[in-house]
């Protein structure tokens, strides 16, 4: 069986100095259509490097990245990402800012002149969505950074793309913040049903968001145990503080204590 | 109250300057031809008011048409090193080795290639204040955030839709505040060029002066010097506040 996106014996390796170092080697993972998976593992394990390659925007040095049937010889196009650093740009408002993938990606680009009106109905209804109504005409500077990192969201999903990719994006924000994004996350993901893959250090917030969760292993990474969350969705907020769920986090927690040893 | 203290401040500062220089130059019996008083500096812009003002429009010409050009320039180069790293790493050692190089050693030169007058006033203006405005350019599109060049270009962004949705706009905080210091070199530029070699412009007046051992007007001349400096730079400022309020933004909320 494959995946929406599927890696197969990826091995990368960034040179420079005249050195080589191996970011990852002999990864393999499938992550399912709509399906919404976690990546987590120690710090340096090349959880970026994995975005790229899934992004097209890096190629591996062997084995394969194939995204919705096709192998990925360049940018993909149908991913929206997230990083944590939700650079918005201060000269745009945040209406704009959240246009701004639709100036690029076709067909968006090419109506987006004639069908403004239409298009930034759209966006102002997705920032409604993630609790931003009315901040549309707001400068990102003049926003908390709990909501810009909203806004990065809306800016990953406004042309509608297949595969969101979230590089640690709540990372940043205060426990309580956090908290209500991963919420947001959670319906905007049980409403549109893109396929999501989450790359975070926050064993709690893999847990709850995630159908399943990969742990990685320290540099070369690879996927060392892959982990089923079978919590039945929707998942209350309250979940996060029962036993069971406790359960699995200690667990993970574990298998990356073991890959720090290993390193 | 305090609002009003600061907004006085330049005025007042400036008044205290030039009284401390006359009290100074009478206090200590100043002879005029080694320090005149700013009072002897004010009846020489009052009797020469004629010839300081033609000239200071010389050079006020010279200095903008040379500073157009280096903006003209330095944008487009700028540009082009931000733009590609081949041109960046040919260009700049060249250019800092041209910027060593003392523009004042460059005048006969530029003499032997378009004779005396406003010609090598203006290029002189111009190669002095063409490297700030290049590097600060090029500053600004290499500080372009690799998140938002990659949220770019995994959805399929070219160089040029980068450069146009982000790098260029990024630089021009950096372009605008270039022009302040641009515009005071221009100004260097072409006075360096009118002491060396013209027929005109403030410096040629100052120089024709100093032979004359008229000194007031030497000075008169360097204070009309900078009054143009100061005007040149208030619209400089003015200008970067109009274009890129959103960089300047502390107190907005």
């Known amino acids: 069986m494959t995946g929406f996106v599927d890696l197969r014996d990826v091995q990368l390796a960034y040179s420079g100095h005249g050195t080589e170092t191996l970011a990852l080697d002999g990864l393999t993972m499938a992550v399912n259509r709509g399906e919404f998976?976690?990546?987590?593992?120690?710090?340096?394990?090349?959880?970026?490097?994995?975005?790229?390659?899934?992004?097209?925007?890096?190629?591996?040095?062997?084995?394969?990245?194939?995204?919705?049937?096709?192998?990925?010889?360049?940018?993909?196009?149908?991913?929206?990402?997230?990083?944590?650093?939700?650079?918005?740009?201060?000269?745009?408002?945040?209406?704009?800012?959240?246009?701004?993938?639709?100036?690029?990606?076709?067909?968006?680009?090419?109506?987006?002149?004639?069908?403004?009106?239409?298009?930034?109905?759209?966006?102002?209804?997705?920032?409604?969505?993630?609790?931003?109504?009315?901040?549309?005409?707001?400068?990102?500077?003049?926003?908390?950074?709990?909501?810009?990192?909203?806004?990065?969201?809306?800016?990953?999903?406004?042309?509608?793309?297949?595969?969101?990719?979230?590089?640690?994006p709540f990372g940043a924000l205060d426990a309580f913040t956090r908290?209500?994004?991963?919420?947001?996350?959670r319906d905007l993901h049980a409403e549109k049903g893109f396929t999501t893959i989450l790359v975070t250090h926050d064993l709690r917030e893999a847990v709850f968001l995630a159908d399943r969760v990969f742990v990685m292993s320290a540099r070369p990474g690879r996927i060392i145990v892959e982990h089923e969350i079978s919590f039945p969705r929707p998942r209350p907020i309250d979940l996060t503080y029962e036993a069971g769920f406790n359960d699995i986090v200690h667990e993970l927690r574990g298998h990356i204590a073991e890959a720090r040893a290993a390193a | 109250m305090s609002e009003r203290w600061i907004k006085a401040a330049p005025w007042l500062w400036t008044l205290g300057l030039f009284l401390i220089w006359e009290g100074s130059v009478r206090a200590f019996d100043i002879e005029v031809f080694i320090l005149p008083a700013p009072t002897d500096i004010w009846a020489a812009i009052v009797k020469y008011w004629t010839p300081i003002w033609t000239n200071s429009l010389q050079t006020l010409m010279t200095t903008t048409i040379g500073?157009?050009?280096?903006?003209?320039?330095?944008?487009?180069?700028?540009?082009?090193?931000?733009?590609?790293?081949?041109?960046?790493?040919?260009?700049?050692?060249?250019?800092?080795?041209?910027?060593?190089?003392?523009?004042?050693?460059?005048?006969?030169?530029?003499?032997?290639?378009?004779?005396?007058?406003?010609?090598?006033?203006?290029?002189?203006?111009?190669?002095?204040?063409?490297?700030?405005?290049?590097?600060?350019?090029?500053?600004?599109?290499?500080?372009?955030?690799?998140?938002?060049e990659d949220v770019l270009r995994a959805l399929g962004a070219k160089k040029m839709d980068i450069m146009l949705k982000v790098g260029i706009p990024r630089s021009m905080p950096y372009f605008f505040g270039s022009l302040k210091i641009a515009i005071t070199l221009a100004f260097v530029g072409s006075v360096i060029s009118e002491t060396v070699a013209a027929n005109s412009g403030i410096g040629h007046m100052m120089l024709a002066a100093q032979s004359q051992f008229n000194v007031p007007l030497v000075w008169a001349g360097l204070v009309a010097l900078a009054v143009l400096g100061i005007v040149m730079y208030a619209a400089m400022a003015w200008l970067e506040m109009r274009m890129t309020g959103w960089a300047h933004r502390s107190g907005q909320r």
């Open chain 1, 37 to 168: 998976a976690a990546v987590v593992g120690p710090s340096g394990c090349g959880k970026s490097t994995l975005m790229k390659l899934a992004t097209g925007l890096i190629r591996p040095q062997a084995g394969t990245v194939e995204v919705a049937a096709r192998e990925v010889d360049g940018p993909v196009s149908i991913a929206g990402m997230a990083f944590q650093n939700p650079s918005m740009l201060p000269w745009r408002t945040t209406l704009q800012n959240v246009m701004l993938p639709l100036e690029i990606v076709q067909p968006h680009r090419k109506r987006l002149g004639r069908e403004r009106a239409a298009y930034t109905q759209l966006a102002e209804e997705l920032l409604s969505v993630v609790g931003l109504a009315g901040f549309g005409a707001k400068y990102p500077w003049q926003l908390s950074g709990g909501m810009q990192q909203r806004a990065n969201l809306c800016r990953a999903l406004i042309h509608d793309p297949e595969l969101l990719m979230l590089d640690e």
């Open chain 1, 179 to 185: 908290e209500e994004l991963w919420q947001v996350m």
């Open chain 2, 67 to 148: 500073f157009v050009m280096a903006v003209v320039g330095g944008l487009a180069l700028g540009l082009a090193i931000g733009w590609s790293r081949a041109i960046y790493a040919g260009l700049y050692p060249l250019m800092i080795g041209f910027n060593s190089i003392p523009k004042v050693a460059v005048v006969p030169i530029l003499v032997i290639w378009f004779g005396i007058g406003t010609v090598p006033a203006v290029l002189t203006a111009f190669l002095i204040a063409f490297f700030p405005i290049v590097v600060n350019v090029a500053t600004g599109l290499a500080t372009i955030e690799p998140e938002m």
